[in-house]
T-cell receptor, first 114, second 114 residues
Framework: DADVTQTPRNRITKTGKRIMLECSQTKGHDRMYWYRQDPGLGLRLIYY???????NKGEISDGYSVSRQAQAKFSLSLESAIPNQTALYFC?????????????FGSGTRLTVV | GENVEQHPSTLSVQEGDSAVIKCTYSDSASNYFPWYKQELGKRPQLIIDIRSNVGEKKDQRIAVTLNKTAKHFSLHITETQPEDSAVYFCAASPSGGSNYKLTFGKGTLLTVNP
């Protein structure tokens, strides 16, 4: 089945380390997003991309960067990880041509910064 | 930017009762309103959505209502079952073009007691 895959599923890293979270999709969707989920704060948008040449900051982009390597791949990097970046990270996709415009979420990456 | 408020943050009901979750939004340009269900340890999944040209939409035991004038929308679950227990998120966005990105509420933890 077409899906959105995130790697790794779980990661523990040390403060100051650079880390990359990866997302790939086989749904053929053009739009991809990175959100983080914190208890009581819901899902907050970090970055989004409408095609390979289009990258946009979300509401909480500080401390993060992204790369859209291909239509199917969208990576999130933490340049120098800090403990308050401990969270559950979700990648999501959507298809401009489709209706409804709901997202399909990946299975998530649980990141712990110690 | 868009701001979505969601209430209540927690809701406990008896099996068979109805549950109502309410959201308000701030951006009058928003015209697409999806609802997501996230079971424990799982990814959020789209359960129902509504567009601004529709006031109500039903799908079996769930329904969503929208009041564009008041900028609020609600999720109604009737005849609740234990498997309805989950976190529910509302979201809002302009429906297309370069402005399409979902802003989520902070979530409602629904517990259905047998």
């Amino acid at each position: 089945d077409a899906d959105v895959t995130q790697t790794p599923r779980n990661r523990i890293t040390k403060t100051g380390k650079r880390i990359m979270l990866e997302c790939s999709q086989t749904k053929g969707h053009d739009r991809m997003y990175w959100y983080r989920q914190d208890p009581g704060l819901g899902l907050r948008l970090i970055y989004y991309s409408f095609d390979v040449k289009d990258i946009n900051k979300g509401e909480i982009s500080d401390g993060y960067s992204v790369s859209r390597q291909a239509q199917a791949k969208f990576s999130l990097s933490l340049e120098s990880a800090i403990p308050n970046q401990t969270a559950l990270y979700f990648c999501a996709t959507s298809d401009t041509r489709a209706s409804p415009y709901g997202y399909t979420f990946g299975s998530g990456t649980r990141l712990t910064v110690v | 930017g868009e701001n979505v408020e969601q209430h209540p943050s927690t809701l406990s009901v008896q099996e068979g009762d109805s549950a109502v979750i309410k959201c308000t939004y701030s951006d009058s340009a928003s015209n697409y309103f999806p609802w997501y269900k996230q079971e424990l340890g799982k990814r959020p999944q789209l359960i129902i959505d509504i567009r601004s040209n529709v006031g109500e939409k039903k799908d079996q035991r769930i329904a969503v209502t929208l009041n564009k004038t008041a900028k609020h929308f609600s999720l109604h679950i009737t005849e609740t079952q234990p498997e309805d227990s989950a976190v529910y998120f509302c979201a809002a966005s302009p429906s297309g073009g370069s402005n399409y990105k979902l802003t989520f509420g902070k979530g409602t933890l629904l517990t259905v007691n047998p």
